[in-house]
């Protein structure tokens, strides 16, 4: 009752505080409320979504000094390494040759420089979105090599344009379906089919198959386990020991290429081949040539299906990595603009024969931890690459493809998020039947598929919910 004394008094206006009885009267013209016209809220609504697509390096880049040169040189230096072998790694696991990996990050950095939000964010090949693009293009047929190229640019081309069209007319909606809870559960089952592909360079095994799930490439490689190495197993067993040992030493920075060091001593070993030994054979020199993906004769309700579920899984990786160095940067990303800039770049990325492309957690993380301050390092990045392109992809003829089987293997490691699934048996024991649901499904049913009943088991989720 005191306290509901002292706020009634407080309202209480004292009379003999009044000294002006205009200060009672009712306030002028100008200081009342006027709601703003339709056709002012209309026009502020029009400006604030055009300026989602103006290109930020009209922003950032008048701004730019030498104070950030150093570390976006450094960074990009740095990233490029690491991409070389990255990027030939998610090659074959795209199911396409190992330098289509590399053409794969040549344009990403240049267009994303110009369209993206992130200063940090390193865009172009990942394990992720290559096997659902293997996925994707085994469910097209293709009868040759050229064709799987072919339909995995086709595939780029598409998704780009879904996540332009998503950015226009703003239906990034969609992406909401798919929880932190799914996400995980979906990503992890995803990192046990992407390790399970790589078993046959892993063990020195030909012949097999392609699975979408992960009991079919089980069952794959046990058909054809006569054709087992054990010499190519054991290097094997040595490269990833190696990479492994030697990023767990204390104090060691993150940044230098083990895995680059792994892929020259790998070639020194294809080189003088002590045992029978599969390479990846010729590597063409040069910058691939600029060509239009064919757009028709192929069944476009299939590839319009296949592309959705890569551009919804590579704009959630993307989105969420330019967020987190976003706010550890102190700015703020603009997710419409991620959607038009990562749809340009799957665009452009498929002129040049390249595959759908995301942001990299482990590059970015290096970019970030290296200095870079603006996008100026992916510019510094895709350079590289083209430098090696034009002069040093002779040597890799030799390169064993053990050890790029290794460095997938090491590369999706962190997808495993078991430390989500601890976290949710300890407290929200409901969310873990979603991840297990999701985990299971994927796991059994494939990438492409997976990513349609991961959304179903999210929407079923919040229904139940409610």
């Not at 990942?126 to 469910?139: D, F, G, P, Q, Y």
């Not at 932190?180 to 095994?205: C, E, H, P, R, Y």
Request: hydrophobic letters at 50%.
């Amino acid at each position: 009752p005191s306290v509901v004394r002292t706020q009634m008094e407080s309202q209480i206006v004292s009379l003999d505080s009044v000294t002006d009885n205009t200060s009672l009267l009712p306030p002028d013209d100008s200081e009342i409320f006027t709601p703003e016209p339709r056709t002012s809220q209309f026009r502020n609504h029009l400006r604030k979504y055009l300026s989602s697509f103006v290109p930020p390096i009209i922003q950032w880049l008048p701004k730019y000094d030498r104070s950030k040169l150093k570390g976006d040189i450094l960074a990009g230096l740095t990233v490029g390494i690491l991409l070389i072998p990255q990027g030939m790694a998610y090659g074959t696991l795209a199911g396409v040759p190992p330098i289509y990996g590399l053409y794969n990050s040549i344009l990403p950095p240049f267009i994303y420089a110009v369209f993206g939000s992130s200063m940090q964010l390193s865009l172009g090949p990942v394990a992720v979105t290559a096997i659902l693009t293997k996925s994707a293009v085994e469910t097209l047929n293709p009868t040759d090599e050229e064709q799987t190229i072919l339909y995995s640019s086709v595939l780029g081309f598409w998704s780009g344009i879904i996540l332009i069209f998503m950015g226009i007319f703003n239906v990034g909606f969609v992406v909401s379906f798919l929880s932190n809870t799914v996400l995980s559960g979906f990503m992890s089952a995803a990192a046990f089919i992407i390790v399970a592909s790589q078993f046959k360079d892993l063990f020195g095994i030909t012949g097999t198959s392609s699975g979408q799930g992960f009991v079919s490439v089980i069952y794959d490689l046990f058909a054809n386990l006569e054709t087992f190495s054990w010499q190519t197993f054991l290097c094997s067993i040595a490269v990833i020991a190696i990479i492994f040992g030697f990023k767990k030493i204390p104090r060691v920075p993150s940044w230098i290429p083990i895995e680059l060091f792994m892929m020259l001593l790998g070639i020194l070993v294809g080189y003088l081949e002590p045992f029978s030994i599969v390479t990846i054979g010729h590597v063409p020199r040069g910058l691939p040539r600029p060509y239009f993906p064919p757009l028709i004769d192929l069944p476009m309700r299939t590839v319009l299906t296949q592309s959705t579920v890569i551009a919804i899984v590579s704009y959630i990786g993307s989105i969420a990595l330019a967020k987190n160095f976003a706010t550890k940067n102190g700015y703020a990303i603009n997710p419409t603009q991620e959607f038009i800039a990562q749809g340009l770049t799957g665009v452009g990325t498929a002129f040049f024969r390249g595959h759908p492309v995301s942001g990299s957690f482990s590059r970015t993380a290096v970019n970030n931890q290296m200095g870079a301050k603006t996008p100026i390092s992916g510019m510094i990045t895709g350079t590289l690459i083209i430098i090696f392109l034009l002069l040093l992809t002779g040597i890799f003829q030799f390169l064993p493809k053990f050890v790029l089987a290794c460095i997938v293997i090491l590369s999706v490691r962190s997808l495993i998020d078991y430390q989500e699934a601890i976290y949710l048996w300890k407290n929200q024991r409901e969310e873990l039947a979603v991840f297990l649901i999701t985990f299971l499904l994927t796991l059994f049913a494939g990438v492409d598929l997976g990513v349609f009943l991961s959304i179903a088991v999210s929407i079923v989720f919040i229904i139940f919910q409610r």
